[in-house]
Every structure is written in C-alpha cells, then in structure tokens.
C-alpha cells in the first residue's frame, strides 16, 4: 500500500505536524510506504501565484508531490483549523497542486467536474481549540464539510475518515501523547485492513 501524508501546518514544532508523523510512523509499521510532505519544510509553502493555474506555479517539490498523489492509494491531510477554515497556506498549495485538466475536468455539456484522483482513498486528521461538540452544532462542521465536498471529492478522492483533536489549547502532555500513540494505531490497523481486503 502506497499513502501520501500532508501535513498542512506551516510550523515543524506543532502538535499537527507530530500527529502527521505518527501517522506515517503506524503506516510503515504496518507495512506500507508512507511519504510525508510537509508545508513546515522545504519550498511546498510558496508565496503568490504568478500566473493563473498552471503548472508554471510548481516547483520541484509540488512536483514531486503530485508524482507520489498519481502513485498513492490512500492520501491523508493532518491540518489545525484556523479561522474556521484550514491555514493560508494549506489553500495555496491546493490552488497550485489540484488543476483543471490534471486533478479533475469537465465534460462538454455538464456542469459537473470528474475528478481525475478516483480509485483512491483520503481521510482528514484536523486539530482545533474548539471543542468537537461546538464544533458540530454551531459551525454545522463547516470546514469538514469543505474539505470533503469541495476539495477531495471534487477531485475523485473518495473521503473514508475524518478525524477532530479538540480543544488542543492547555492540552496537557499525556493527553496529547495519547492521541498521538492512537493516530499511530489508526494508521496501522487501516494498512492491515487494506492488506486483509486485498489479499
């Protein structure tokens, strides 16, 4: 099994991009290779765009990452909300990597697109300082609701979990350890489920 991790947190020290690692970490203990691309490091986390959206907005590493979405099974975005909404620069990277014509298209004729990504699974780790049951009630999951709708089914991911950590603010260290230790365990028991179905 071949899994992409986004960890869409612009800082390398935060909580969300730990739960990313974890992720991968119970990945490959289950047996899968997880590749981990991070807006904390490296040159995913770019300014403006100079034109409009075409590839002449990537660089080497949003290549990369593309070329390792092509090749994934399963793709998976750790990212805090922020805003009710997830951060800049998570958007930014969505509006250079997902293009029309590459990432999804339209027929002639309908106004619906065809996402280019099917056959393949995503899921969503999200952090927040509000807690799930706000959350749910008085935002009506708002950005849960973006991501999954607009986002990855628009481009053929078919959504599989979505995950809320909250309230992160005074989270204390065990707490968090825990949560961190059940993302690893998450990750491996979905790659032996995959492996199981498959076999």
Partial sequence: MNIVIISGHPRADSFTHALAQSYQQ????????????????????TGPMVSGPSKENWNDEISALWTAIKKADHIVVAHPLWWGSMPAE???????????????????GSPLPVGHLKGKSAEVIMTSDTPD??????????????????????????????????????????KRQMHLNKIEDMAKKFVAKHKKSAA
């Fill in 26 to 45: 119970g990945a490959k203990a289950g047996g899968a290779k997880a590749n981990l691309f991070s807006l904390s490091q490296g040159n995913l986390n």
């Fill in 90 to 108: 998570l958007k930014n990277l969505f509006d250079r990597l997902l293009l029309p014509n590459l990432a999804y298209s339209y027929k002639k």
């Fill in 133 to 174: 049951w706000y959350y749910r009630l008085a935002y009506g999951k708002a950005q849960t609701k973006l991501m999954k709708n607009q986002i990855l089914k628009f481009v053929g991911l078919k959504p599989l979990r979505f995950t809320h950590i909250s309230p992160i603010h005074n989270m204390p260290a065990p």
